[in-house]
């Protein structure tokens, strides 16, 4: 009973709180039907009635309207939470940039800094618009950060990233379309310059979407770093004036500093200049009065905020701040080696792009060395000395080394700061190579020829006309010649290549071909030989009408050191990026161009002093050629204008070490005065001596005394009474038959009918045929020239004479002798068989002798000269 009692009351009051409900709806509906029933029916009329403000203002101050307003309150914060939301996610995709790490990465260095292969500086460059230098933190003045601090955000400390106040401030100023105010915390100005510096410029309404983005990525790096990590990248990526952008570019070149070394007076001045780095750019004079009363500024603003005392801002403020001001300079005022190293920038221009390379904040160690660069500007200026004598007023140098491949220095110019022509790269130029161009595009491609007739430093080529060869007879007036106009015959190539004969040289081409000897150059470094004159022909044996650069010719030199290796000529060890990432790092490749016994055999011409007598005689001897206690292979060249007019001068060198090349001439191509190679073998021997005794030697990469080594394979043979080295494929008969040819003792050349019978000797030689001209060459022993005739003899050279004999006394003989075209040289006086005298006799005149007659006897006297010459008189001697 009692349960259902129970289960009753609960039903009831269900039923009594429904009821309620029910009535009190009820009864609104009634009081709104009655309110709704005593408004104007016209709806217009309706909406004037409720706006009365009787009405309006009783509506809102009731309990009903107060309960309304609640009501749309909520609704309101609700959408603005919505819509802060909805901004929030439709700048997120910004938000994924400052992602820890991101801002830093942002915050880098934009000057790119290049550096010799011993870490030593050789550029920062700082580009031609806006750079910026990145340190560490650590790195910045204490006086630095506290100046920044008191002028640009006092409150740094102590906001989320965002000022409430300076928001309104810049809200309205942005809507009126004003100028910047400085509301903005030092946060905020750190996204603003790392993330919208595009959008700095949009005011009023269009500046809303970049402060809304500005506020939201403030809070959000507030968020993600530390308050000493957000200083320092504003210190970092902050405007100082011009186009330095970080504290340190402006430290470094406004004070001549780094940012840590800063003192109270020079911070304060630093810190004055990011509000509008235009007008306070410490080189804008028209700013100074500003700059000084913002610097004041900042020192009251700092002792108010005690960061430092009102003693050292007095004493700060009577600091004369802008004398200490160092002067403006151009970018390239401190670059040194600047032909390498704007020749570096501009191939990686072309590697990575120019808009990559000139955004900066590269680390590029190169392969220079700052101690041969030096010593080569110096061998350079030793050479200028001469450039006036010879008629002319340009120089470049290129050194490589050897092992590598890797350029050690380069000099473009005689001066880099030549008016005109002195930025001018000559050692990069197209250049004609004249001579110099015979050992790598003739002589390498005919040694390596193993088909057929093979050939070595003793080959003969003759040296002889042949202009209809050469010429073709398509060239009026065209002569083939040597520089000293003479024919020099049947000679080897080891005379011919060293005494740097033409018509050997163009044999030599003709026979490897026109197309191997360009394929052997191009193979063995010189990649641009005659890429630009696809119709230079036997012309390109010479050097001429093709061109080639200078550092590319030293690398196809060192090549030849290599033992026939190539080496891509390289300029940058490695490449690392702003953050530390590398980017690029030298490789070592490498193929063999040329056998190494070709190689040796072109490089064991070329350091054969004895060689080069046939043109170059003492000179050959000299400087530049003999480098003092170093061991050189070398080679000079010259071209001419067209009109027997010298117009460059080279020389190139090289050790089993350095490789280099020399250049001489006018900057625009004119003809020199003189034909003379004393600049270039200055420069060499200069730099030569000195890079190996004070640059390789200490780093243990040479030693006096270092030559080549000759590979296997070599052999030295006697071929035609000369003894020389040979290939091994070198095939000792191939081409050559048995011959003897009869020689005048005297002259050592082919006897004539003049040639008397007594200064005949028959030697025994080797025929081969001329391979350009199928004429016969005769290869003679030693000393043996089997392309001339007899010279010494004429047919009308008066002989010696010898006049009456005498005999008195029984015993004394008198023989009266004359000289005739050649002075006279023995006389041999006989007795029957026996010879009772004999010696030299030096002119016409008696000679006397002794002998005790017994019985009748025969006198024979025999008369030489120099000639050999020999007549013999006989005089019969009686007893009585």
């Known amino acids: 009973m009692a ?28 009081k709104k039907a009655e309110y709704l029933a005593s408004l104007p029916k016209h709806p217009v009329k309706r909406f004037l009635y409720r706006m009365h403000p009787k009405r309006f203002w009783g509506y809102w101050f009731s309990k009903k309207g107060g309960i309304m307003a609640l009501k749309l309150a909520g609704v309101g914060i609700l959408f603005m939470v919505l819509m802060v939301g909805a901004l929030f996610a439709y700048y997120r995709k910004d938000l994924d940039q400052i992602r820890p790490g991101e801002l830093a ?34 790195d910045i003045n204490n006086f630095m950060k506290k100046a920044t601090i008191a002028i640009e955000d006092k409150d740094f400390y102590n906001h989320k990233g965002i000022s409430i106040p300076g928001l309104v401030r810049a809200t309205i100023n942005n809507a009126g379309g004003g100028s910047t105010q400085g509301g903005s915390t030092l ?12 959008e700095a ?101 700092m002792v108010d905020q005690g960061m430092v005392t009102q003693k050292e801002v007095d004493a700060a403020k009577k600091v004369a701040i802008l004398d200490t001001i160092k002067p403006e300079t151009d970018q390239y005022q401190d670059i040194k080696a600047p032909h390498f190293v704007l020749e570096v920038k501009k191939q990686l221009e072309e590697e990575y792009g120019i808009k990559t390379i000139r955004s900066g904040g590269l680390t590029v160690k190169t392969t220079l060395d700052l101690d041969a660069q030096q010593i080569a500007e110096a061998a350079v200026a030793a050479g200028a000395a001469n450039l006036a004598a010879v008629g002319a007023d340009n120089i470049s140098m290129s050194s490589v080394d050897v092992k590598t491949g890797q350029v050690i220095a380069m000099v473009g110019s005689v001066d880099y700061n030549k008016d005109v ?11 004609e190579p004249g001579s110099s161009i015979k050992p790598i ?127 891509p000529v390289s300029y940058v060890l490695e490449i690392k990026n702003s953050s530390g990432e590398k980017l690029k790092s030298w490789a070592d490749t490498s193929k063999q161009a040329v056998d190494p016994q070709v190689a040796f055999m072109l490089t064991d011409i070329l350091t054969d002093a004895n060689a080069r007598n046939i043109t170059f005689g003492a000179q050959g001897r000299s400087f530049g050629f003999a480098v003092p206690g170093v061991i050189t292979a070398s080679k000079t060249g010259t071209t001419e204008n067209g009109n027997g007019q ?54 243990a990469k040479w030693k006096a005394g270092d030559g080549f080594v000759q590979p296997a394979g070599i052999q030295r043979l006697t071929i035609g009474g000369k003894s020389d080295i040979w290939p091994s494929w070198y095939k000792k008969d ?47 022993p030693d000393g043996y020239d089997a392309n001339a005739d007899d010279d010494t003899h004429k047919c009308e050279d008066i002989k010696p004479t010898i006049g009456a004999i005498t005999v008195t006394g029984k015993k004394n003989i008198k023989v009266p002798v004359g000289q005739g075209t050649h002075p006279l040289q023995t006389i041999e006086i006989k007795v029957d068989s026996l010879v009772v005298s004999s010696g030299a006799v030096n002119a016409s005149g008696t000679v006397d002798a002794t002998y005790d007659f017994t019985n009748d006897a025969t006198i024979t006297v025999t008369l030489t000269d120099s000639a050999l010459y020999t007549v013999t008189a006989t005089f019969l001697y009686k007893k009585t």
């Open 105 to 138: 990465k942002r915050v880098q260095t934009t000057v790119t800094k290049y550096y010799d292969r011993n870490d030593k500086l050789l550029w920062e460059d700082k580009g031609d618009g806006n750079y910026k230098l990145v340190v560490d933190g650590k």
């Open 201 to 301: 410029e949009k005011r009023g309404l269009n500046g809303v979407p970049r402060k809304i983005k500005e506020v939201i990525l403030a809070i959000e790096v507030e968020r993600m770093y530390n308050k000493e990590q957000i200083l320092n990248l504003y210190l970092n990526e902050s405007p100082y004036g011009g186009r330095r952008n970080g504290v340190e570019s402006g430290a470094r070149t406004y004070f001549g500093k780094a940012a840590k070394d800063l003192t109270l007076p020079e911070a304060a001045l630093l810190a004055s200049i990011p509000q509008n780095p235009a007008v306070y750019d410490p080189y804008n004079t028209d700013g100074h009065e500003a700059l000084i009363r913002r610097q004041h500024a900042v020192l009251d603003n």
């Open 441 to 567: 595009a003739d002589y390498a491609a005919l040694f390596k020829q193993r088909e057929g007739v093979n050939y070595g430093p003793g080959s003969i080529l003759k040296d002889e006309n042949i202009d209809n060869i050469y010429c073709g007879g398509s060239f009026p007036g065209c002569k083939l010649r040597n520089y000293t106009g003479k024919f020099y015959g049947s000679i080897p190539i080891r005379q011919a290549l060293a005494g740097s004969l033409n018509i050997p040289a163009v044999k030599a081409m003709q026979i490897a071909t026109v197309d191997e000897g360009l394929k052997t150059a191009h193979d063995l470094g010189d990649v641009s030989y005659c890429t630009d004159n696809n119709e230079a022909g036997l012309s390109a044996a010479i050097g001429g009408g093709c061109t080639l650069s200078e550092v590319e010719h030293t690398n196809a030199y060192a090549s030849l050191a290599r033992g026939g290796v190539y080496k």
């Open 734 to 780: 191939a081409g050559l038959t048995n011959a003897k040819i009869v020689f005048d003792k005297i002259s050592k050349k082919k006897a004539t009918t003049c040639t008397p019978d007594a200064a005949k000797i028959e030697v025994d030689v080797q025929k081969s045929i001329d391979p350009v001209t199928k004429k016969d060459i005769f290869i003679a």
């Open 3 to 30: 349960k259902r009692r129970s289960t009753s009351r609960k039903l009831n009051v269900y039923s009594n709180l429904s009821h309620k409900r029910r009535t009190k709806k009820d009864a609104n509906a009634r």
């Open 646 to 699: 010298a117009k460059d001068s080279w020389m190139m060198s090289y050790s089993p070490a350095v490789a280099t090349g020399v250049w001489s001439g006018n900057h625009d191509g004119s003809p020199m005065r003189l034909s003379d190679n004393t600049v270039v073998r200055r420069v060499i021997n200069n730099y030569m001596e000195n890079v190996h005794k004070n640059v390789y030697a200490p780093q």
């Open 421 to 431: 022509y002195g930025q001018r790269n000559a050692a990069t130029s197209s250049l």
């Open 187 to 198: 946060t905020q100005q750190l996204v603003k310059q790392v993330f919208f510096a595009d």
